[in-house]
């Protein structure tokens, strides 16, 4: 990826989360000011609250993101269609949707690629990142996960969903990047809580970054900008 000369450009990669079960109406009000002051590309939320972030955010230019099937990516191909469905009619101009480990990891690759793509299908055209959740996986999983994802249709590759036994690594982003090339889109996710943190994954090869500490990583942009000037 190319370096990004503008420290501050990094803001324009960051899709902010605010997933936690005990998320409040007004937290995740606060999250879709906060996401319009900085311009961050996205928020995602659980389906429940898309209606309202939909209006939060109208003309912001800020994507309105659903998260389905999360976090465990265990729930049936048609609960996940009618799921990114529902999501489309609620507002989603994007779907982040988790990958079923337990059938990855039992071999059955076409029952994984049928799911993904079947999520790709229903999203009628919007862009599907699929969470591979990479800390599961053994490298060679991971590269697999990746060309799945790539045959199935989907726009990204995801690390992690946050909510599992690891985030995303330097060493995971490159791998990714080296499967899919330049045709799909590699997001990181998972422990990505500073400016630093968040340009080594870019450095790596993400074009995009999950966080759920955006205003940390937007501030941080900002002093590198500063201290680039002087």
Not at 105 to 116: C, F, H, L, Q, V
Request: with cysteine; net charge positive.
């Amino acid at each position: 990826m190319k370096q990004i000369l503008n420290p501050y450009d990094i803001v324009r990669l960051i899709d902010a989360s605010l997933l936690r079960p005990s998320a409040t109406s007004a937290e995740i009000t606060k999250l879709c000011e906060q996401a319009k002051h900085y311009s961050f590309a996205a928020v995602f939320v659980m389906p429940a609250w898309l209606p309202l972030i939909a209006k939060l955010l109208k003309g912001s230019g800020v994507i309105v993101g659903a998260s389905i099937a999360f976090p465990l990516g265990t729930t049936s191909t048609v609960v996940k269609v009618a799921e990114t469905r529902d999501a489309i009619a609620s507002g989603a101009d994007q779907i982040d949707m988790v990958m079923n480990v337990g059938a990855f990891k039992s071999g059955d690759y076409e029952m994984t690629e049928r799911d993904i793509r079947a999520v790709v299908e229903a999203a009628q055209g919007r862009v599907v990142k699929v969470i591979i959740e990479t800390c599961l996986l053994t490298d060679e999983e991971k590269r697999k996960a990746c060309l799945v994802s790539k045959r199935a249709g989907a726009h990204f590759v995801k690390t992690s969903s946050g909510f599992s036994t690891g985030g995303a690594t330097i060493e995971d982003i490159a791998l990714m990047r080296r499967v899919v090339g330049p045709e799909m889109g590699v997001k990181a996710a998972g422990g990505i809580r500073t400016y630093k943190q968040a340009m080594r994954m870019i450095e790596a090869g993400a074009n995009g970054i999950g966080t759920s500490t955006p205003v940390r990583i937007a501030e941080g942009a900002r002093r590198a900008q500063a201290q680039q000037r002087t």
